[in-house]
């Protein structure tokens, strides 16, 4: 069982950086894949970027690659989103999730484990 609290949102201009953690709580939280979504008000729960249980393959959305760096460190028990170069289209609330096992980074379903959220507001 793995419990994530996801924090570092915020508001920033276009063009800024924000750095969104994720804490975990449990025993094996090497053992999961991580990744980050994101949702806007009125639109699907969008993937953004995922990785891997050692961290030696990381994925991301087309929408915010060359823009966002997903890592994580295994001995804090936590996950990293660092992101530059933010647009106004980035706003959402973005969560933490975590998978147990083999799994396609992009799918949400796949997912086993949750954050709350984190509201990311990029203004103009």
């Known amino acids: 069982q793995v419990q994530l609290v996801e924090s570092g949102g915020g508001l920033v201009q276009a063009g800024g950086s924000l750095k969104l953690s994720c804490a975990a709580s449990?025993?094996?939280?090497?053992?999961?894949?991580m990744g980050w979504f994101r949702q806007a008000p009125g639109k699907e729960r969008e993937f953004v970027a995922a990785?891997?249980?050692?961290?030696?393959?990381?994925y991301y959305a087309d929408s915010v690659k060359g823009r966002f760096t997903i890592s994580r460190d295994n001995g804090k028990k936590t996950v990293y989103l660092q992101m530059n170069v933010l647009k106004p289209g980035d706003t959402a609330v973005y969560y933490c999730?975590?998978?147990?096992?083999?799994?396609?980074?992009?799918?949400?379903?796949?997912?086993?484990?949750w954050g709350q959220g984190t509201q990311v507001t990029v203004s103009s």
């Open positions: 990785i891997n249980w050692n961290g030696d393959a990381t």
């Open positions: 449990g025993r094996r939280f090497s053992q999961y894949a």
């Open positions: 999730a975590a998978e147990n096992g083999f799994w396609r980074p992009g799918d949400s379903t796949e997912y086993d484990y």
